[in-house]
Protein backbone atom coordinates (compact mmCIF):
# COMPACT_ATOMS: atom_id res chain seq x y z
CA UNK A 1 0.00 0.00 0.00
CA UNK A 2 1.25 3.29 -0.97
CA UNK A 3 2.06 5.51 1.85
CA UNK A 4 0.23 8.71 2.63
CA UNK A 5 1.52 12.82 3.65
CA UNK A 6 0.28 11.40 6.92
CA UNK A 7 1.22 7.89 7.20
CA UNK A 8 2.73 7.09 10.44
CA UNK A 9 4.48 4.40 9.04
CA UNK A 10 6.69 6.89 7.84
CA UNK A 11 9.66 7.31 9.84
CA UNK A 12 12.48 9.82 9.93
CA UNK A 13 15.61 7.57 8.29
CA UNK A 14 12.81 6.90 5.60
CA UNK A 15 13.16 10.20 4.87
CA UNK A 16 16.88 11.29 4.94
CA UNK A 17 16.80 8.44 2.67
CA UNK A 18 14.65 9.74 -0.25
CA UNK A 19 16.10 13.01 0.69
CA UNK A 20 19.29 12.06 -0.57
CA UNK A 21 18.10 10.05 -3.46
CA UNK A 22 16.41 13.13 -3.95
CA UNK A 23 19.29 15.61 -4.44
CA UNK A 24 22.20 13.59 -5.83
CA UNK A 25 20.24 14.08 -9.17
CA UNK A 26 22.55 16.35 -10.55
CA UNK A 27 22.60 17.78 -14.12
CA UNK A 28 25.52 16.54 -16.59
CA UNK A 29 28.91 17.39 -15.29
CA UNK A 30 30.85 19.93 -17.62
CA UNK A 31 33.45 16.91 -18.08
CA UNK A 32 31.55 14.38 -19.31
CA UNK A 33 32.33 12.81 -22.83
CA UNK A 34 28.73 13.87 -24.03
CA UNK A 35 28.46 17.18 -22.87
CA UNK A 36 32.35 18.55 -23.96
CA UNK A 37 30.88 16.90 -27.41
CA UNK A 38 27.80 18.63 -27.72
CA UNK A 39 28.48 21.67 -25.33
CA UNK A 40 26.92 24.42 -27.60
CA UNK A 41 24.07 23.97 -29.69
CA UNK A 42 24.32 23.16 -33.57
CA UNK A 43 21.81 25.64 -34.47
CA UNK A 44 19.73 24.73 -37.14
CA UNK A 45 17.99 27.68 -39.85
CA UNK A 46 14.68 28.72 -39.06
CA UNK A 47 13.22 31.69 -40.29
CA UNK A 48 9.72 31.08 -39.64
CA UNK A 49 7.48 29.89 -36.47
CA UNK A 50 8.21 29.13 -33.47
CA UNK A 51 12.17 29.25 -33.20
CA UNK A 52 13.55 26.64 -30.29
CA UNK A 53 16.47 27.11 -27.60
CA UNK A 54 18.60 25.16 -30.79
CA UNK A 55 17.28 26.64 -33.76
CA UNK A 56 18.13 30.12 -35.34
CA UNK A 57 16.47 32.84 -37.47
CA UNK A 58 18.02 33.98 -40.52
CA UNK A 59 20.94 36.82 -39.75
CA UNK A 60 19.39 40.00 -40.23
CA UNK A 61 16.43 38.54 -38.05
CA UNK A 62 19.34 37.97 -35.53
CA UNK A 63 20.39 41.40 -36.05
CA UNK A 64 17.54 43.14 -35.33
CA UNK A 65 16.08 40.90 -32.53
CA UNK A 66 19.27 41.67 -30.49
CA UNK A 67 18.56 44.99 -30.56
CA UNK A 68 14.88 44.50 -29.54
CA UNK A 69 16.29 42.30 -26.67
CA UNK A 70 18.60 45.35 -25.75
CA UNK A 71 15.90 48.11 -26.00
CA UNK A 72 14.18 45.40 -23.37
CA UNK A 73 17.02 45.74 -20.68
CA UNK A 74 18.08 48.87 -21.47
CA UNK A 75 15.49 50.49 -18.91
CA UNK A 76 15.86 48.51 -16.01
CA UNK A 77 20.07 47.81 -16.81
CA UNK A 78 20.81 51.15 -16.63
CA UNK A 79 18.40 52.88 -13.92
CA UNK A 80 19.74 50.14 -11.50
CA UNK A 81 23.14 51.46 -11.33
CA UNK A 82 21.76 54.89 -11.37
CA UNK A 83 19.88 54.46 -8.19
CA UNK A 84 23.22 52.93 -6.51
CA UNK A 85 25.02 55.75 -7.37
CA UNK A 86 27.56 53.02 -10.43
CA UNK A 87 28.26 54.35 -13.72
CA UNK A 88 25.74 53.41 -16.06
CA UNK A 89 28.07 52.72 -19.00
CA UNK A 90 30.34 50.60 -16.63
CA UNK A 91 26.49 48.60 -15.86
CA UNK A 92 26.21 48.82 -19.36
CA UNK A 93 29.35 46.91 -20.43
CA UNK A 94 29.10 44.33 -17.91
CA UNK A 95 25.74 43.59 -18.98
CA UNK A 96 27.03 42.19 -22.10
CA UNK A 97 30.09 41.01 -20.29
CA UNK A 98 27.64 38.65 -17.74
CA UNK A 99 25.82 38.00 -20.96
CA UNK A 100 28.59 36.18 -22.32
CA UNK A 101 29.35 34.28 -19.50
CA UNK A 102 26.37 33.02 -18.95
CA UNK A 103 25.77 31.71 -22.58
CA UNK A 104 29.27 29.40 -22.18
CA UNK A 105 28.68 28.18 -18.85
CA UNK A 106 25.62 27.19 -19.63
CA UNK A 107 26.58 26.13 -23.29
CA UNK A 108 23.47 27.98 -24.90
CA UNK A 109 21.11 25.68 -23.17
CA UNK A 110 19.36 28.35 -21.57
CA UNK A 111 18.50 32.09 -23.22
CA UNK A 112 18.52 34.48 -21.11
CA UNK A 113 20.10 38.11 -20.59
CA UNK A 114 22.07 38.86 -17.50
CA UNK A 115 21.80 42.61 -16.25
CA UNK A 116 21.93 44.63 -12.99
CA UNK A 117 20.10 43.25 -10.34
CA UNK A 118 17.62 45.77 -8.65
CA UNK A 119 18.04 43.48 -4.98
CA UNK A 120 21.06 45.21 -4.63
CA UNK A 121 19.49 49.05 -4.71
CA UNK A 122 18.44 48.97 -1.19
CA UNK A 123 21.31 47.50 0.36
CA UNK A 124 23.85 49.16 -1.23
CA UNK A 125 22.10 52.45 -0.24
CA UNK A 126 21.82 50.88 3.89
CA UNK A 127 25.51 50.00 3.50
CA UNK A 128 26.90 53.44 1.63
CA UNK A 129 24.08 55.89 2.93
CA UNK A 130 24.10 57.16 -0.83
CA UNK A 131 20.08 58.55 -1.92
CA UNK A 132 20.16 59.45 -5.70
CA UNK A 133 19.23 62.91 -7.19
CA UNK A 134 19.80 64.32 -10.07
CA UNK A 135 23.28 66.41 -8.95
CA UNK A 136 24.53 63.62 -6.47
CA UNK A 137 26.73 62.37 -9.43
CA UNK A 138 28.57 59.04 -8.30
CA UNK A 139 28.48 57.23 -5.15
CA UNK A 140 31.68 57.96 -2.94
CA UNK A 141 31.58 54.86 -1.10
CA UNK A 142 31.06 52.75 -4.93
CA UNK A 143 34.15 50.82 -3.78
CA UNK A 144 33.05 49.35 -0.61
CA UNK A 145 29.43 48.73 -2.59
CA UNK A 146 31.39 46.98 -4.68
CA UNK A 147 33.63 44.79 -2.42
CA UNK A 148 30.11 44.02 -0.51
CA UNK A 149 28.68 42.26 -3.91
CA UNK A 150 31.34 40.99 -4.67
CA UNK A 151 31.59 38.83 -1.48
CA UNK A 152 27.52 38.13 -2.11
CA UNK A 153 29.05 37.02 -5.55
CA UNK A 154 31.71 34.53 -3.79
CA UNK A 155 28.62 32.90 -1.52
CA UNK A 156 26.30 33.04 -4.63
CA UNK A 157 28.91 30.61 -6.13
CA UNK A 158 29.32 28.76 -3.26
CA UNK A 159 25.34 27.88 -3.50
CA UNK A 160 25.68 26.80 -7.28
CA UNK A 161 28.62 24.45 -6.72
CA UNK A 162 26.71 22.56 -4.25
CA UNK A 163 23.58 22.50 -6.84
CA UNK A 164 25.50 21.57 -9.10
CA UNK A 165 27.33 18.92 -7.03
CA UNK A 166 23.61 17.70 -5.01
CA UNK A 167 20.71 18.71 -7.67
CA UNK A 168 18.56 21.24 -6.70
CA UNK A 169 16.04 19.73 -4.82
CA UNK A 170 17.51 21.34 -1.42
CA UNK A 171 17.28 24.63 -3.11
CA UNK A 172 13.53 24.16 -3.45
CA UNK A 173 13.66 22.45 0.31
CA UNK A 174 15.11 25.79 1.84
CA UNK A 175 13.42 28.42 -0.79
CA UNK A 176 10.05 27.20 -1.10
CA UNK A 177 7.46 29.40 -3.15
CA UNK A 178 6.06 31.12 0.31
CA UNK A 179 9.85 31.95 1.28
CA UNK A 180 11.26 33.42 -1.96
CA UNK A 181 7.50 35.22 -2.37
CA UNK A 182 7.94 37.16 0.63
CA UNK A 183 11.56 37.97 0.33
CA UNK A 184 10.75 39.60 -3.44
CA UNK A 185 7.34 41.39 -2.04
CA UNK A 186 10.02 43.02 0.61
CA UNK A 187 12.38 44.03 -1.78
CA UNK A 188 10.09 46.04 -3.52
CA UNK A 189 7.49 47.37 -0.76
CA UNK A 190 11.17 48.16 1.52
CA UNK A 191 12.30 50.82 -1.73
CA UNK A 192 8.95 52.54 -2.13
CA UNK A 193 9.73 54.86 0.39
CA UNK A 194 13.04 56.78 -1.35
CA UNK A 195 10.94 56.08 -4.95
CA UNK A 196 8.09 58.08 -3.22
CA UNK A 197 10.84 60.50 -2.01
CA UNK A 198 12.10 61.22 -5.43
CA UNK A 199 9.47 61.34 -6.83
CA UNK A 200 7.36 63.74 -4.83
CA UNK A 201 10.78 66.15 -4.06
CA UNK A 202 8.92 69.42 -5.06
CA UNK A 203 5.45 69.92 -6.79
CA UNK A 204 6.53 70.27 -10.40
CA UNK A 205 8.25 66.63 -9.62
CA UNK A 206 5.07 64.84 -8.27
CA UNK A 207 3.29 66.33 -11.61
CA UNK A 208 6.52 64.74 -13.43
CA UNK A 209 6.16 61.79 -11.73
CA UNK A 210 2.44 61.21 -12.34
CA UNK A 211 3.03 61.83 -16.28
CA UNK A 212 5.98 59.22 -16.03
CA UNK A 213 3.63 56.45 -14.62
CA UNK A 214 0.51 57.31 -16.60
CA UNK A 215 2.53 57.04 -19.79
CA UNK A 216 3.95 53.60 -18.90
CA UNK A 217 1.06 52.34 -17.73
CA UNK A 218 -0.78 53.48 -21.09
CA UNK A 219 1.78 52.30 -23.01
CA UNK A 220 2.16 49.24 -21.70
CA UNK A 221 -1.73 47.75 -22.48
CA UNK A 222 -2.24 49.86 -25.39
CA UNK A 223 1.13 51.05 -27.82
CA UNK A 224 1.48 48.62 -30.95
CA UNK A 225 4.18 46.85 -31.71
CA UNK A 226 7.87 46.66 -29.70
CA UNK A 227 6.57 49.85 -28.00
CA UNK A 228 3.91 47.63 -25.91
CA UNK A 229 7.20 45.34 -25.22
CA UNK A 230 9.23 48.54 -23.82
CA UNK A 231 7.47 50.51 -21.96
CA UNK A 232 10.08 51.65 -19.27
CA UNK A 233 12.20 53.47 -22.33
CA UNK A 234 9.18 55.17 -23.84
CA UNK A 235 7.52 56.45 -20.55
CA UNK A 236 11.29 57.70 -19.40
CA UNK A 237 11.92 59.46 -22.91
CA UNK A 238 8.78 61.06 -23.27
CA UNK A 239 8.39 62.36 -19.87
CA UNK A 240 12.42 63.71 -20.04
CA UNK A 241 11.62 65.53 -23.13
CA UNK A 242 7.95 67.45 -21.39
CA UNK A 243 10.67 68.13 -18.52
CA UNK A 244 12.92 69.46 -20.88
CA UNK A 245 10.01 71.77 -22.53
CA UNK A 246 9.25 72.69 -19.34
CA UNK A 247 12.67 73.90 -18.64
CA UNK A 248 12.99 75.83 -21.61
CA UNK A 249 10.14 77.52 -21.40
CA UNK A 250 10.17 78.90 -17.47
CA UNK A 251 7.99 76.69 -16.38
CA UNK A 252 10.16 74.35 -14.16
CA UNK A 253 14.51 74.28 -13.59
CA UNK A 254 16.49 73.61 -16.20
CA UNK A 255 17.97 70.43 -17.34
CA UNK A 256 21.73 71.03 -16.78
CA UNK A 257 24.02 69.48 -19.67
CA UNK A 258 27.22 70.63 -18.47
CA UNK A 259 28.32 66.69 -17.62
CA UNK A 260 26.85 65.93 -21.12
CA UNK A 261 29.44 68.56 -22.79
CA UNK A 262 31.98 67.74 -20.54
CA UNK A 263 32.72 64.06 -21.35
CA UNK A 264 34.06 62.17 -24.04
CA UNK A 265 32.40 60.68 -27.31
CA UNK A 266 34.17 57.61 -26.69
CA UNK A 267 36.44 55.92 -23.96
CA UNK A 268 36.92 52.79 -21.62
CA UNK A 269 34.33 52.12 -18.52
CA UNK A 270 34.96 53.18 -15.16
CA UNK A 271 36.35 50.57 -13.33
CA UNK A 272 36.98 50.74 -9.38
CA UNK A 273 38.84 48.55 -7.07
CA UNK A 274 36.57 46.91 -4.59
CA UNK A 275 37.35 47.40 -0.73
CA UNK A 276 36.15 45.14 1.72
CA UNK A 277 34.12 46.21 4.96
CA UNK A 278 32.35 44.26 7.12
CA UNK A 279 29.71 46.29 7.77
CA UNK A 280 28.44 46.47 4.41
CA UNK A 281 29.01 43.04 3.41
CA UNK A 282 26.87 41.67 6.35
CA UNK A 283 23.79 43.95 4.67
CA UNK A 284 24.43 43.02 1.36
CA UNK A 285 25.43 39.65 1.06
CA UNK A 286 21.47 38.08 2.48
CA UNK A 287 21.09 39.34 -1.12
CA UNK A 288 22.17 36.40 -2.78
CA UNK A 289 19.20 34.42 -1.46
CA UNK A 290 16.95 36.73 -3.68
CA UNK A 291 19.43 36.14 -6.80
CA UNK A 292 18.77 31.91 -6.24
CA UNK A 293 15.39 32.83 -6.10
CA UNK A 294 14.89 34.92 -9.38
CA UNK A 295 17.01 32.45 -11.20
CA UNK A 296 14.92 29.59 -10.34
CA UNK A 297 11.71 31.60 -11.49
CA UNK A 298 12.77 32.79 -14.60
CA UNK A 299 14.88 29.10 -15.73
CA UNK A 300 10.72 27.49 -14.64
CA UNK A 301 9.05 30.13 -16.97
CA UNK A 302 11.60 29.52 -19.88
CA UNK A 303 11.02 25.87 -19.76
CA UNK A 304 7.54 25.95 -19.50
CA UNK A 305 7.27 29.06 -22.58
CA UNK A 306 9.81 26.74 -25.07
CA UNK A 307 8.57 23.59 -24.16
CA UNK A 308 11.96 22.51 -23.21
CA UNK A 309 12.80 20.79 -19.71
CA UNK A 310 15.46 23.20 -18.57
CA UNK A 311 15.67 21.54 -14.92
CA UNK A 312 18.84 20.21 -15.29
CA UNK A 313 20.62 23.40 -16.25
CA UNK A 314 19.47 25.30 -13.12
CA UNK A 315 22.95 24.06 -11.58
CA UNK A 316 25.20 25.80 -14.58
CA UNK A 317 22.60 28.71 -14.61
CA UNK A 318 23.11 29.60 -11.25
CA UNK A 319 27.05 29.59 -11.68
CA UNK A 320 26.54 31.87 -14.66
CA UNK A 321 24.85 34.36 -12.64
CA UNK A 322 27.20 34.10 -9.54
CA UNK A 323 30.89 34.58 -12.08
CA UNK A 324 28.89 37.68 -14.12
CA UNK A 325 28.08 39.15 -10.74
CA UNK A 326 31.91 38.36 -9.20
CA UNK A 327 33.22 39.85 -12.85
CA UNK A 328 31.35 42.65 -12.86
CA UNK A 329 31.84 43.23 -8.62
CA UNK A 330 35.30 43.07 -9.19
CA UNK A 331 35.57 45.92 -11.33
CA UNK A 332 32.96 48.14 -9.32
CA UNK A 333 29.88 47.06 -11.46
CA UNK A 334 26.53 46.53 -10.17
CA UNK A 335 25.71 42.96 -9.15
CA UNK A 336 23.78 40.72 -11.66
CA UNK A 337 20.70 38.93 -12.53
CA UNK A 338 18.57 36.86 -15.77
CA UNK A 339 15.94 39.40 -16.55
CA UNK A 340 12.18 39.11 -16.80
CA UNK A 341 11.99 41.71 -19.75
CA UNK A 342 13.85 39.77 -21.98
CA UNK A 343 11.85 36.12 -20.80
CA UNK A 344 8.89 38.57 -21.59
CA UNK A 345 10.22 39.67 -25.48
CA UNK A 346 10.69 35.78 -26.03
CA UNK A 347 7.26 35.08 -24.64
CA UNK A 348 5.56 37.04 -27.35
CA UNK A 349 7.55 36.68 -30.37
CA UNK A 350 8.22 33.11 -30.04
CA UNK A 351 11.91 32.83 -30.14
CA UNK A 352 14.24 31.25 -28.04
CA UNK A 353 17.00 30.85 -29.96
CA UNK A 354 19.92 31.15 -27.48
CA UNK A 355 22.01 33.10 -30.30
CA UNK A 356 20.20 35.91 -30.43
CA UNK A 357 21.64 36.93 -26.51
CA UNK A 358 25.50 36.81 -27.80
CA UNK A 359 24.01 39.39 -30.62
CA UNK A 360 22.44 41.60 -27.79
CA UNK A 361 25.77 41.32 -25.53
CA UNK A 362 27.99 42.64 -28.00
CA UNK A 363 25.64 45.95 -28.76
CA UNK A 364 25.62 46.31 -24.61
CA UNK A 365 29.57 46.39 -24.70
CA UNK A 366 29.84 48.50 -27.55
CA UNK A 367 27.23 51.08 -25.91
CA UNK A 368 29.57 50.94 -22.74
CA UNK A 369 32.27 52.75 -24.48
CA UNK A 370 29.86 55.79 -25.46
CA UNK A 371 30.80 58.37 -22.79
CA UNK A 372 28.12 60.86 -23.61
CA UNK A 373 25.47 58.55 -23.51
CA UNK A 374 25.96 57.38 -19.73
CA UNK A 375 26.36 61.15 -18.90
CA UNK A 376 23.21 62.01 -20.53
CA UNK A 377 21.75 59.25 -18.12
CA UNK A 378 22.37 61.10 -15.00
CA UNK A 379 20.63 64.43 -16.17
CA UNK A 380 17.12 62.42 -15.77
CA UNK A 381 14.81 65.11 -13.67
CA UNK A 382 14.05 63.64 -9.94
CA UNK A 383 10.44 63.61 -10.74
CA UNK A 384 10.93 61.48 -13.95
CA UNK A 385 12.89 59.27 -11.94
CA UNK A 386 10.95 58.92 -8.98
CA UNK A 387 8.11 58.03 -11.40
CA UNK A 388 10.13 55.00 -13.41
CA UNK A 389 11.19 54.20 -9.10
CA UNK A 390 7.63 53.96 -8.19
CA UNK A 391 6.57 51.79 -11.99
CA UNK A 392 9.64 49.44 -11.27
CA UNK A 393 9.56 49.11 -7.16
CA UNK A 394 5.74 48.19 -7.95
CA UNK A 395 6.32 44.80 -10.50
CA UNK A 396 8.71 44.02 -8.04
CA UNK A 397 6.06 43.66 -5.29
CA UNK A 398 3.63 42.13 -7.49
CA UNK A 399 5.87 39.73 -8.89
CA UNK A 400 6.41 38.58 -5.18
CA UNK A 401 2.52 38.15 -4.99
CA UNK A 402 2.91 36.45 -8.42
CA UNK A 403 4.93 33.95 -7.31
CA UNK A 404 2.64 32.84 -4.25
CA UNK A 405 -0.45 32.66 -7.07
CA UNK A 406 1.16 30.45 -9.36
CA UNK A 407 2.70 28.22 -6.80
CA UNK A 408 -0.86 27.66 -5.31
CA UNK A 409 0.63 28.57 -1.73
CA UNK A 410 -1.72 27.67 0.65
CA UNK A 411 -2.90 30.91 2.71
CA UNK A 412 -5.77 28.38 4.99
CA UNK A 413 -2.27 27.58 6.39
CA UNK A 414 -1.65 29.33 9.40
CA UNK A 415 2.24 28.92 8.96
CA UNK A 416 2.02 30.15 5.56
CA UNK A 417 -0.09 33.33 6.92
CA UNK A 418 3.08 33.84 9.68
CA UNK A 419 5.59 33.08 6.97
CA UNK A 420 4.97 35.73 4.22
CA UNK A 421 3.15 38.58 6.46
CA UNK A 422 5.96 39.14 9.16
CA UNK A 423 8.85 39.95 6.92
CA UNK A 424 6.54 42.23 4.67
CA UNK A 425 5.42 44.18 7.12
CA UNK A 426 9.12 44.65 8.91
CA UNK A 427 10.02 45.09 5.40
CA UNK A 428 7.73 48.05 4.49
CA UNK A 429 8.01 49.29 8.11
CA UNK A 430 11.63 49.02 9.08
CA UNK A 431 13.85 52.05 7.95
CA UNK A 432 16.48 51.84 9.98
CA UNK A 433 19.34 49.36 10.40
CA UNK A 434 20.22 46.49 13.54
CA UNK A 435 23.66 46.38 14.59
CA UNK A 436 25.63 43.76 16.25
CA UNK A 437 29.31 45.00 16.32
CA UNK A 438 30.42 44.71 12.75
CA UNK A 439 27.08 42.63 11.47
CA UNK A 440 24.15 44.50 10.18
CA UNK A 441 20.78 44.07 8.77
CA UNK A 442 18.39 46.15 7.32
CA UNK A 443 15.29 46.38 5.99
CA UNK A 444 15.79 43.79 3.19
CA UNK A 445 18.16 41.64 4.88
CA UNK A 446 16.48 40.94 8.06
CA UNK A 447 13.01 40.24 6.30
CA UNK A 448 14.86 37.75 4.08
CA UNK A 449 16.49 35.43 7.14
CA UNK A 450 12.89 35.63 9.22
CA UNK A 451 11.50 34.07 6.48
CA UNK A 452 13.81 31.10 5.99
CA UNK A 453 14.14 30.87 9.48
CA UNK A 454 10.47 31.17 10.37
CA UNK A 455 9.45 28.80 7.77
CA UNK A 456 11.96 25.82 8.80
CA UNK A 457 10.71 26.64 12.46
CA UNK A 458 7.08 26.19 11.95
CA UNK A 459 7.69 23.39 9.13
CA UNK A 460 7.21 21.08 11.74
CA UNK A 461 7.65 17.03 11.44
CA UNK A 462 4.07 16.75 9.54
CA UNK A 463 5.82 19.29 6.97
CA UNK A 464 8.67 16.81 6.68
CA UNK A 465 6.17 14.18 6.03
CA UNK A 466 4.43 16.17 2.99
CA UNK A 467 7.64 17.15 1.45
CA UNK A 468 8.81 13.38 1.84
CA UNK A 469 5.48 12.03 -0.01
CA UNK A 470 5.62 14.71 -2.85
CA UNK A 471 9.75 13.78 -3.37
CA UNK A 472 8.04 10.04 -3.74
CA UNK A 473 5.46 11.57 -5.94
CA UNK A 474 8.14 13.60 -8.47
CA UNK A 475 10.31 10.38 -8.52
CA UNK A 476 7.90 7.93 -9.52
CA UNK A 477 6.08 10.43 -12.32
CA UNK A 478 9.85 11.04 -14.07
CA UNK A 479 11.07 6.78 -13.58
CA UNK A 480 7.19 6.62 -15.35
CA UNK A 481 7.97 9.25 -18.35
CA UNK A 482 11.44 7.03 -18.55
CA UNK A 483 9.73 4.29 -18.84
CA UNK A 484 7.23 5.56 -21.22
CA UNK A 485 10.18 7.57 -23.76
Known sequence: MEKHAFDTSIQPEDFTKDLHEHVTTASPPFWSKSTLLN???????????????????????????????????????????????????????????????????????????????????????????????????TNPKIDVAAGGILVC??????????????????????????????????????????????????????????????????????????????????????????????????????????????????????????????????????????????????????????ETPLNKYIGRTL????????????????????YSENIGVMAVTNVFSSLIFLVAAVIAILLGFIQKFGAAIHTIPSGVFGGLSIILFSLITVSGARIWVENKVDFKDTRNLLVAGIPVVLGASMQTTLKWGNFQLDGIGLPTYIAILLYQILRGWSGFKDLYQQMRDRQRKQKQEEHSA
Not at 172 to 191: F, K, Q, S
Not at 204 to 228: E, H, Q, R
Not at 242 to 251: D, P, Q
Not at 319 to 338: F, K, M, N, R, Y
Request: aromatic residues 10%.
Open 39 to 137: YFPRYTLKPQGIVYIDERPTAFQCGLMGVQHVLSMFGSTVLAPLMMGQSSNTALFFSGVGTIIFYIITGGRVPSYVGSSFGFIGVVASATGYTYTPTSG
Open 319 to 338: LGDAVATIVSAAAGGPGETT
Open 153 to 306: GLVYLAIAILVILLGHGWVEILLPPVVTGAVVMTIGIHLATSAFQSATATSFDGWMAFTTVMIIALTSVYAPGIFKRIPLLVGMVISYLIAMGCGMTGAAPSIDYSEVYAASWFAAPTFTKPVFEAQAISVIVPVCIVLVAENLGHVKAISAMS
